[in-house]
C-alpha cells in the first residue's frame, strides 16, 4: 500500500512530502520560528525552508534528469525520512548551504555522462565543491569525486585534470577578497574548521546513539545491494551509480573527520544513499519485499525523530 503511493511522480506526491517536510520542520522549530521577538530567528528559519524546499527540487530534478531512478517518488521520501533520524539536522544553516553546493556539483559530475560540454561541468562542479568547503571545509574532500568522474568519462584530455585547479584558485581569490574587504574572521572560521576529530564522544542522549545505528544499519544494507547488483543496472548508468557508491563513502569521512562532530553531518551522505534505496526498491520483483523495507525505514525514522524531540 504505501509502494503503490509513491512508485509513481505526482503533483500529490509531490505535494504531500512537502507537508511532510514543513510539518516536521515547523515541530522541531517551533519555539525559534513562532518567537516574533527575535527578526533573526525568523530570518534564519525562512532561509532553511527555502533551502530545503530547493535542496529537495534538486534532488528530484537529479534524478530524474539523468534517468537514475524510474518514474516515482521513493528518493525524495527516503531523504526525508533520512532527515527525520538526525532532526538537529533542520536547523543547521551552514551544513544545509554546504549541502546544497554539494548537490549542485553533483548534478554536473552525474551529467557528465552525456559527454556534452565537460570542462565546463567539471569546472562548475569544483567550483561549487569549494564554495561549499567555505560553510564546511572538509567538504573539499568532494573534489575527489571530480577527478573520479574524469576518470570515467574523459581522462584522456589532459586539461581536464587541471581545471579543479583553476577553480580552487578562482573561488580562493575571491572569497580572500571579499573576506579582507567585509570581515577578516572568515578566514580565522575557515582555519578553525581545518582541524581532525575522530571521537565519537558527542551523544547527547541514548536515542541519538540509536539513530546513529539504525542508519548505519540501512546504509550498509543499502550500500552493498547497489555493489552486489552493480552488473545488473544499465551500462550507460553504472558509472553514475559508482559515483553515489563514492559519494556515500566521501559523505562518511567528512563526518569521521569533522571537528565538531556531530549526526547532522551525516547530512551529505543522504542524496547518494537515497538514490541507493530507491534502486533497491525499484528493481525488486517482489511487492511484500518492497512493502516490508519501506515500513522499517519509515517507523524506524519516526521513531528516532520522535524521541529527539
Not at 503503490?4 to 512537502?18: A, C, H, P, Q
Not at 527578526?39 to 530547493?54: D, E, P
Not at 577578497?177 to 574548521?193: G, R
Request: with cysteine; proline share 2%.
Amino acid at each position: 500500500m504505501i509502494t503503490s503511493v509513491f512508485k509513481k511522480s505526482t503533483i500529490l506526491n509531490y505535494s504531500l512530502i512537502v507537508v511532510l517536510l514543513l510539518c516536521f520542520f515547523f515541530l522541531y522549530q517551533t519555539s525559534d520560528l513562532f518567537n516574533t521577538t527575535k527578526l533573526n530567528g525568523f530570518f534564519k528559519s525562512s532561509t532553511l525552508i527555502v533551502l530545503w524546499l530547493a535542496s529537495f527540487f534538486l534532488v528530484n530534478f537529479m534524478v530524474k534528469k539523468n534517468g537514475l531512478t524510474k518514474d516515482s517518488s521513493y528518493t525524495i521520501l527516503f531523504f526525508l525520512l533520512f532527515l527525520l533520524l538526525f532532526p538537529s539536522v533542520f536547523n543547521s544553516i551552514n551544513l544545509l548551504f554546504a549541502n546544497f553546493f554539494l548537490l549542485l556539483a553533483m548534478r554536473r559530475l552525474i551529467s557528465l555522462q552525456t559527454l556534452k560540454a565537460p570542462k565546463e561541468k567539471i569546472f562548475d562542479a569544483s567550483m561549487w565543491i569549494f564554495i561549499a568547503s567555505l560553510f564546511h571545509f572538509w567538504c573539499i574532500l568532494f573534489i575527489v569525486l571530480v577527478y573520479i568522474s574524469i576518470i570515467f568519462h574523459v581522462s584522456r584530455d589532459y586539461r581536464n585534470w587541471l581545471l579543479p585547479f583553476v577553480a580552487f584558485v578562482a573561488t580562493a581569490v575571491i572569497f580572500m577578497l571579499t573576506a579582507l574587504y567585509f570581515d577578516k574572521t572568515w578566514i580565522d572560521h575557515i582555519l578553525n574548521q581545518a582541524q581532525l576529530n575522530f571521537e565519537l564522544n558527542y551523544f547527547v542522549n541514548n536515542y541519538q546513539n540509536a539513530a546513529l545505528s539504525f542508519y548505519v544499519v540501512v546504509a550498509l544494507y543499502f550500500v552493498f545491494s547497489m555493489i552486489f547488483s552493480m552488473t545488473n543496472r544499465p551500462l550507460i548508468l553504472q558509472a553514475s551509480y559508482k559515483k553515489m557508491i563514492f559519494g556515500f563513502l566521501i559523505g562518511v569521512i567528512v563526518f569521521a573527520l569533522s571537528p565538531e562532530k556531530n549526526n547532522s553531518m551525516l547530512l551529505f551522505t543522504f542524496m547518494p544513499l537515497s538514490v541507493m534505496a530507491t534502486n533497491n526498491i525499484e528493481y525488486s520483483q517482489s511487492k511484500m519485499y518492497q512493502e516490508i523495507t519501506l515500513l522499517l525505514v519509515i517507523l524506524g525514522c519516526f521513531f528516532a525523530f520522535f524521541a529527539q524531540l
